[in-house]
């Protein structure tokens, strides 16, 4: 496993290794230094009795596999809570941008959906965090660009809405990895 950098996106499908490799580089963040600390900021929404197990089972693995890490839940203001938490001595993990932009452009409340003109605000306000953070950041995503067109003119969106958030995400972090059947790709590595 390399060592985190700066700031690394993570890209993948479902059950590709994303947040496992996430979550290694903050144990071995961790591990680096009694002065380090690491931060999780969670993005994701239990709007159903699936999704609540869902988050509880992360939530309980996560406390195994990196003991010490603080879980902060922001569903929204993102951009806030990373310039809130970053430090030079803190690493933030952030899991996951695509439930991030569900958030944003995709609420159980339609009429509080974002217009397009504030997501996209949002994922630039996003990327100048990530290029001003003085602490190293990980960021995973899904890349759900490889599959058919959707039918519905609201998902079609919606994975529009996602390829520009990751490409404008990949160009702001130093390293992007793409995640396969829990191996890393570098697809990219300025360090």
């Known amino acids: ?8 996106f993570i890209l993948g499908g479902q059950r590709s290794g994303k947040s496992r ?9 961790l591990d680096k230094s009694p002065e380090h600390r690491a931060v999780m900021v969670a993005t994701g929404q ?3 009795d699936e999704m609540r197990e869902r988050i509880a089972s992360h939530q309980a693995d996560r406390a195994v596999r990196v003991p ?7 569903t929204l203001a993102l951009a806030d809570a990373l310039k809130q938490d970053s430090d030079p001595n803190t690493l933030i993990v ?5 439930l991030w932009l569900t958030n944003l452009m995709m609420p159980a409340d339609p009429a509080q959906a974002f217009p397009e003109a504030a997501v996209t605000a949002a994922g630039e306000d996003l990327c100048t965090v990530i290029a001003a953070a003085p602490g190293p950041l990980v960021l995973v995503g899904n890349e759900i660009g490889l599959g ?11 994975v ?21 059947a829990g191996l890393p790709l570098t697809l990219k590595d300025r360090t």
């Open 1 to 8: 496993m390399v060592d985190p950098v700066r700031s690394e």
């Open 21 to 29: 490799r996430a979550e290694t580089l903050a144990r071995q963040w």
């Open 46 to 48: 239990a709007w159903d």
């Open 68 to 74: 010490g890490m603080v879980t902060v839940e922001e």
């Open 94 to 98: 952030v899991d996951c941008l695509t």
């Open 148 to 158: 058919v067109i959707p039918m519905g003119r609201e998902v079609r969106a919606f």
């Open 160 to 180: 529009d809405a996602l390829g520009r958030l990751n490409q404008r995400v990949a160009t702001a972090c130093d390293r992007v990895t793409l995640m396969a």
